[in-house]
């Protein structure tokens, strides 16, 4: 059994700065991008960054500059750093791992429960 599980999230004034994390745990063959979403109230969820697990990286174009995703393969997580943070960054945000469970099953999409950032002004 997989668990994805984030922490991190908070309330945080303008300007500031949040750091994201999400970990992967369970029967785990391997892990290829894990990435962080995001969903406003009375918006669809949308992608924020996502991460190879050779680093290679994408980032939507509202976050670039000021987010920095990485991750640690060893442990199975994944980061966000939000810097400059600001209120339309106010949403829940998800994890996102793309995991195989052994060496012939397909990969499947695991999520996080969420962790709500709040942005005030």
């Known amino acids: 059994q997989v668990q994805v599980v984030e922490s991190g999230g908070g309330l945080v004034q303008a300007g500031g700065s949040l750091r994201l994390s999400c970990a992967a745990s369970?029967?785990?063959?391997?892990?290829?991008?894990m990435g962080w979403y995001r969903q406003a109230p009375g918006k669809q969820r949308e992608l924020v960054a996502t991460?190879?697990?050779?680093?290679?990286?994408n980032y939507a174009d509202s976050v670039k500059g000021r987010f920095t995703i990485s991750r640690d393969n060893a442990k199975n997580t994944v980061y966000l750093q939000m810097n400059s943070l600001k209120p339309e960054d106010t949403a829940v945000y998800y994890c996102?791992?793309?995991?195989?469970?052994?060496?012939?099953?397909?990969?499947?999409?695991?999520w996080g429960q969420g962790t709500q950032v709040t942005v005030s002004s």
């Open positions: 991460i190879t697990s050779s680093g290679s990286t």
């Open positions: 996102n791992a793309d995991i195989q469970v052994g060496p012939f099953n397909p990969p499947s999409d695991y």
């Open positions: 369970g029967s785990i063959f391997s892990i290829n991008p």
